[in-house]
């Protein structure tokens, strides 16, 4: 079975601009979450989708937005892009049944704001 | 809400000695505990996790952990390090009312010297 596919694993953007980031679940897992990790921060927690709809949000601006498909894949968003949003921003997928409910990351896809 | 501590951002292992990696949570609802692994550029791979159950629970890659309820822990150990070991290491905590998000501790930077 398939991983977690996170692309683009790399970007480079400039301040101002904004950013598409994709995420493709394992095969029928219906949770998608997304996580920040900086060396400063470390991994927070940014927005959780379970079959479309934003179930659980992390303190973060509203330049940070996301969405959920049909088909379980997640996009994430981030407008004007400012040189601290430079960060590995991880997907993680679970099937979020039962009370196991464990998360699988993909590799990350790591912005650069300059 | 619930948060996780753990202590030492660094720890230097000889190879073949007992790796010991200390987490300590904090949550008003029994939590679930998850250990994960991440190496240089790559996502977090799960190494273990506490749902219920048996408190000493085994990983992958030789890893243990147990739950101690009165100490609010859930430390890592390995009885003997090897070089593949070197990575960071996270402890993670979630709960029933927050499924989707993880709360994570800062890392642990496992150094494995010769």
């Known amino acids: 079975k398939a991983g977690v596919t996170q692309t683009p694993r790399y970007l480079i953007k400039t301040r101002g601009q904004q950013v598409t980031l994709s995420c493709s679940p394992i095969s029928g897992h219906r949770s998608v979450s997304w996580y920040q990790q900086t060396p400063g921060q470390g991994l927070q927690f940014l927005f959780e989708y379970f079959s479309e709809t934003q179930r659980n949000k992390g303190n973060f601006p509203g330049r940070f937005s996301g969405r959920q498909f049909s088909n379980s894949r997640s996009e994430m968003n981030v407008s004007t892009l400012e040189l601290g949003d430079s960060a590995l921003y991880l997907c993680?997928?679970?099937?979020?049944?039962?009370?196991?409910?464990?998360?699988?990351f993909g590799a990350g896809t790591r912005l650069s704001v300059l | 809400a619930q948060s996780v501590t753990q202590l030492g951002s660094h720890v230097s292992v000889s190879e073949g000695a007992l790796v010991l990696l200390r987490c300590n949570y904090s949550s008003s609802v029994p939590p679930y505990l998850f250990w994960y692994v991440q190496y240089p550029n790559q996502g977090l791979q799960l190494l273990l996790k506490?749902?219920?159950?048996?408190?000493l629970v085994k990983g992958i890659n030789g890893f243990e952990a147990e739950f101690k309820k009165s100490e609010t822990s859930f430390h890592l150990t390995k009885p003997s390090a090897h070089m593949s070991d070197a990575a960071e290491y996270f402890c993670a905590v979630t709960t029933t009312d927050s499924w989707g998000k993880l709360q994570f501790g800062a890392g642990t930077q496992v150094v494995v010297t010769p």
């Open positions: 506490y749902t219920t159950g048996a408190t």
């Open positions: 993680a997928s679970s099937a979020a049944t039962g009370a196991t409910n464990i998360q699988y």
